[in-house]
């Protein structure tokens, strides 16, 4: 069992991940602890992260490591997790805006954005709607993957 191989403080993200999903992180994370110390360097943790299927920047994971400079299993679940939760968000936000998107054109109107920002949003400030309305806006549209990919970058 994972417990017996890696000691029995797993994180509670570990429930947020599939058998799969550890599997992957495990051989991932096996392969880059070169010194079979039960540790991976900060700056390979990345690519252990790409490796075993999840998406996150290297500032996320710097951020998610909170100063320290090797990982070890456990923490590296807890980043997974917390790199799937952001996936899971990117792909609802997505599919709100396909929604939104009748044409199927990729863009959605800024009027409409705007709407959705101020009121169904977390309470965006007019001064932050119109930064990103501002950011993005093609004459009067905006391509919301674009949009997506800032938020979560």
Known sequence: ?????WGPHLPTKMDQLSEQEISLARDAFTLHDTTRKGK?????????????????????????????????????????????KHGDGMKEIMGAFKAMDAGNTGEIDSDTLKYYLKNLSERLSDAEVDKYVRAFDKGGKIRYDELVNALYR
Request: proline residues 6%; aromatic residues 4%; hydrophobic residues 40%.
């Open 40 to 84: 991976v360097p900060l700056a390979e943790v990345p690519q252990v992260i790409r490796s075993a299927g999840f998406n996150a920047t290297s500032s996320e994971i710097q951020a998610l490591a909170k100063g320290k400079q090797t990982i070890d299993f456990p923490e590296l679940i807890e980043i997974a997790g917390q790199c799937k």
């Open 1 to 5: 069992s994972t417990q017996s191989t």
